[in-house]
T-cell receptor, first 111, second 113 residues
Framework: GESVGLHLPTLSVQEGDNSIINCAYS??????FIWYKQESGKGPQFIID?????DKRQGQRVTVLLNKTVKHLSLQIAATQPGDSAVYFC??????????FGKGTHLIIQP | DSGVTQTPKHLITATGQRVTLRCSPR?????VYWYQQSLDQGLQFLIQ???????AKGNILERFSAQQFPDLHSELNLSSLELGDSALYFC????????????FGQGTRLTVV
């Protein structure tokens, strides 16, 4: 079946550095690709999405890059802060099938 | 606070039993989604309701069912519970039928013993 997965289960970065979280997907037919953040004890929280006909989208301190050629999605977080510590999920959206989530990457911020 | 309320927060029950999880969506949201999160399967989409009608079905077992009521709150019913049903169950809501931005509740942690 189709799958959305992440390359690394854990990513450790220094506070203030930029973080890059990667994701591989396999369903080329998805309309949107999305990043969600889940802090300990909370539900997932929407960060940013990108439509399948775009290759880059920027938000506040975050940038999502989509490379359809190699089916790769990344989330860049600028000037990582302690509050960015969380599990980050990439997800794909195909409309009627809801959101298909990847396994998640745990981002750890080192002081 | 996402505005989505789930009750109860924790639930411990025995195998073979039946439980009901409740979700109140954000004010004005017509779509409600249910997800199951477990360590081995990650976040799995179960089912979506929009304005009282079932809209999409994911990996939902036949032992599980859901409904959305006229006041838009939703319930997820889990029956003949097995140990493997132990997981976090999340409800999310959004304003539209199809929407990438869903607002998640804090989840109900179900433990089957």
């Amino acid at each position: 079946g189709e799958s959305v997965g992440l390359h690394l289960p854990t990513l450790s970065v220094q506070e203030g550095d930029n973080s890059i979280i990667n994701c591989a997907y396999s369903n080329s037919a998805s309309d949107y690709f999305i990043w969600y953040k889940q802090e300990s004890g909370k539900g997932p929280q929407f960060i940013i999405d990108i439509r399948s006909n775009m290759d880059k989208r920027q938000g506040q301190r975050v940038t999502v890059l989509l490379n359809k050629t190699v089916k790769h999605l990344s989330l860049q977080i600028a000037a990582t802060q302690p509050g960015d510590s969380a599990v980050y999920f990439c997800a794909e959206y195909g409309g009627a099938d809801g959101l298909t989530f990847g396994k998640g990457t745990h981002l750890i911020i080192q002081p | 606070d996402s505005g989505v309320t789930q009750t109860p927060k924790h639930l411990i029950t025995a195998t073979g039993q039946r439980v009901t999880l409740r979700c109140s969506p954000r004010s004005g949201d017509l779509s409600v989604y249910w997800y199951q999160q477990s360590l081995d399967q990650g976040l799995q989409f179960l089912i979506q309701y929009y304005n009282g009608e079932e809209r999409a079905k994911g990996n939902i077992l036949e032992r599980f069912s859901a409904q959305q009521f006229p006041d838009l709150h939703s319930e997820l019913n889990l029956s003949s519970l097995e140990l493997g049903d132990s997981a976090l169950y999340f409800c999310a809501s959004s304003g539209q039928v199809y929407n990438t931005e869903a607002f998640f509740g804090q989840g109900t942690r179900l433990t089957v013993v």
